[in-house]
């Protein structure tokens, strides 16, 4: 099962107008669909072990687990990677919106969410305690070489202008593959190429040295190629330190001839993709080329902001500091943080970094959300604590530990290369990933990689030795007859195991396949409701919601086309069901407000609903100007500009005097002014929004509006 793990996600993904989530959806079902099938075949594993001492390839997971407690190097990387999933597990049950923190912001993507990381460490135990022969090793190993020659060979095509997956309007000139982003596809190929490396120079016939050595530069040429495509900074560096780390450890484990072979294949691979990328730098544009790329890296490194990275780092720093959280007695439908006490050990839980983040209140003058540090160690202190990010580096530190013991016997015990340069590939990968973790996101490609390599570590000395367990145990004096024993035990565990398979298929439905169904299903939605068939597209989107009633995104787009018809209440009221599920979702909170205005503009009775709308939204997003504006705006459409004056201070506060943000917000003040008959004041808002951007979007009104209050001056009427 591991196999289809590390073949299938890397590829999978669906048109882009055949499935909502096209990218994600996919490579999630499959990553839960292997850990459940996992979870089964261990069942059955249990069940045939009849008495429960089963021995060689049919002891169960349990006595493999046993068998494999820590007594070696490789296999603390077990109890670091088990405790890291324990911290994952208590700091899901302490969680403000723990619902979120198990099953993911939007069930069946690609989140953090406890589900998640549950079946990431499943594909770990599934091969640490499974993967005991060389030819199970190098079949796990091609296939992730084989996987990535399907997704360097697919970014290569984008980058050149073909794309079969993706509508032309959604095209990039960066290369994303089949991961949907530029820098997931990166992080995974850093992985996969050091891996792709050690096994084509590994394999050789009865072909020459330099036959042998071209066909291999042709294979990691393709996927230097992808590489470069992604313009990925991060995952650059990166690869740059694995390829060091791969040479270097090919010099001391293995000599000079080999170093030679592989630094022939890195060197000829590197030169032929800077020719391509030269020849061919001309069909994109000049700061998209890869050079340009290179060089904007100096700059940004010399700065310190790494494309606002440092921004993010800084203001992620102080919520480990200080865990700021929203204040749920001032907003009753927003959910408290119990035990704050405790938040520095646990964090906030899995999937709230989002909302530990704007609570800090972090000045932000677009629409984007921040839903990541860009660092995976400050990712995990703000999301599981202290004690996650302990166990997180004590997973690293056993990783390490298990490398360098494993290095030290390869040298030692000299290794055929066809163990040997596995083993290299493997260390040097996570190398690399380490030091790009430092600046990137971690995703479901690259961490199922991540997870299946710890497993290999940890199963690596069984299979350099080739061992496979054939402990036979004794039956002891005195005991029952092993026969009967078995017998009963045996037809007791196989009803047992006929039980669970069936409650894990139909949880593999509730929690995996309908996701994938409704996703599919409410996808043609929008392009039938274009076309005028409102019936069909709302008979879509309500059967995607009966299929996936948990699903944020499905209930919104339903509340967009009930507001595009005019039913703004029923749009409200559907957003509402999402709330219910996530009261910390900021986007369903915008849109429930804007839904509200609209109904209050023809019912004063849904006034009070979408000012405490719009106060939620701002409370959840404190930093960003833009709804503290929208609540001004609308205390004055409402007839309340004295209650608008305070929401502009604080808008002020975050805009300073940058335009256009600014010129908004001292426009609107102009217009609370206006209405308060303080004409003076909406004189001088107005002149500064001018003097701040002459040509801000609302300048032609804001001189209007002036010309106005001067002809009242002269006339005496102002106060």
């Known amino acids: 099962m591991w196999l289809i793990a590390a073949g299938l996600i890397p590829v999978a993904m669906a048109p882009a107008t055949a499935m909502v989530g096209y990218v994600q959806i996919p490579k999630i079902a499959l990553l839960r669909g292997t850990a459940i099938v996992l979870v089964a075949l261990w069942c059955w594993e249990w069940a045939l072990s009849a008495s429960g001492e089963g021995t060689g390839s049919q002891a169960s997971l349990g006595q493999r687990l046993k068998a494999a407690r820590p007594k070696s190097a490789a296999q603390w990387v077990l109890l670091a990677a088990g405790l890291f999933f324990g911290v994952n597990v208590l700091s899901t049950a302490l969680s403000p919106v723990w619902r979120v923190s198990l ?36 079949r796990l190993l091609w296939v992730i070489t084989a996987a990535t020659l399907v997704v360097s060979v697919y970014a290569i ?27 997931f596809a990166g992080a995974y190929l850093l992985l996969a190429i050091p891996l792709t490396l050690a096994m084509v120079i590994s394999t050789r016939t009865a072909t020459r040295w330099p036959v042998h050595i071209l066909a291999a530069s042709v294979v990691v040429t393709i996927e230097f190629l992808a590489m470069a495509f992604t313009l990925s900074r991060g995952p650059w560096v990166g690869l740059i330190l694995a390829l060091v780390v791969f040479l270097a ?50 700059g940004d490194v010399q700065s310190g902001n790494l494309s606002g990275r440092g921004v993010i780092w800084k203001t992620t720093a102080k919520v ?64 599981l604590g202290a004690l996650g990010l302990v166990a997180f580096l004590g997973l690293l530190a056993a990783l390490a530990a298990a490398a360098v013991a494993l290095l030290r016997a390869a040298r030692r015990e000299a290794y055929a290369p066809a163990i040997s340069l596995p083993l290299l590939g493997i260390v040097s990968a996570l190398a690399g990933r380490v030091l790009e973790q430092m600046v990137g996101k971690a995703q479901v490609m690259d961490l199922t990689v991540f997870w299946l390599l710890a497993g290999v570590l940890v199963a690596f000395p069984t299979v350099a030795a080739k061992v496979q367990s054939t402990t036979i145990k004794t039956q002891p004096v005195g005991s029952p007859d092993p026969e009967q024993s078995k017998q009963k035990a045996g037809s007791r565990r196989v009803a047992e195991a006929v039980v669970m398979t069936a409650l894990l298929a ?59 018809l005019g039913f703004d209440v029923e749009a409200h009221q559907t957003v ?144």
Do not use: C
Not at 328 to 353: A, C, I, K, N
Not at 535 to 543: G, N
């Open 320 to 383: 480990i500091l200080t865990h700021p959280w929203l204040d749920s007695s001032q907003f009753p439908d927003l959910p408290s943080l119990s035990l704050p006490w405790l938040r520095p050990l646990v964090g906030y839980g899995p999937e709230m970094f989002t909302n530990a983040y704007a609570s800090e209140n972090e000045p932000q003058l677009d629409s984007g959300l921040v839903d990541h540090a860009h660092n995976f160690f400050l990712q995990e202190t703000v999301e």
């Open 506 to 564: 139909i949880a593999l439905w509730q929690t995996n396949g309908r996701y994938v169904y409704a996703a599919s299903v409410s996808a043609p939605s929008t392009t039938i409701f274009q076309t005028g068939d409102y019936p069909q597209a709302l008979r879509l989107l309500d059967r995607s919601i009966n299929l996936a009633p948990d699903s944020e995104r499905h209930l919104l787009r339903k509340a967009a086309a009930l507001d595009l």
């Open 103 to 138: 099953w993911g912001y939007e069930p069946g993507w690609d989140t953090y969410a406890l589900y998640n990381v549950a079946s990431y460490f499943v594909l770990f135990l599934a091969v640490a305690t499974h993967l005991r022969r060389p030819a199970q090793l190098r």
């Open 576 to 719: 509402q069901r999402a709330i219910k599920r996530n009261p910390l979702s900021q986007r369903a909170w915008i849109e429930a407000a804007e839904y509200a205005t609209k109904q209050a503009r023809t019912d004063d009775t849904w006034r009070e609903t979408a000012i405490n709308d719009l106060k939620v939204a701002a409370a959840l997003l404190p930093g960003y100007y833009v709804l503290h504006n929208n609540l001004a705006a609308t205390y004055i459409e409402f007839q309340q500009p004295k209650d608008a004056l305070p929401e502009l201070q604080r808008s002020l506060v975050i805009t300073g005097t940058s335009p256009p943000a600014a010129a908004d917000t001292l426009f609107i003040a102009g217009i609370a002014y206006i209405n308060l008959n303080m004409l003076d004041q909406a004189t001088k808002m107005l002149e500064v929004s001018l003097q701040v951007d002459p040509g801000h979007r609302n300048a032609a009104e804001a001189r209007r509006l002036l010309a106005g209050i001067a002809q009242k001056k002269s006339s005496g009427q102002a106060k």
């Open 249 to 298: 450890l090919a010099q001391v484990i293995l000599g000079i001839r080999w170093l030679a072979r592989a630094a022939a294949v890195v060197v000829i691979s590197a030169a032929v993709t800077v020719l391509v990328v030269v020849a061919t730098q001309g069909n994109v544009e000049p700061q998209e080329t890869v050079g340009a790329r290179a060089i904007s890296t100096i």
């Open 157 to 183: 095509s984008q980058h050149y202008g073909f794309d079969p997956m993706l509508p032309a309007e959604q095209s990039d000139n960066r290369a994303q593959s089949t991961s949907g982003n530029p820098v």
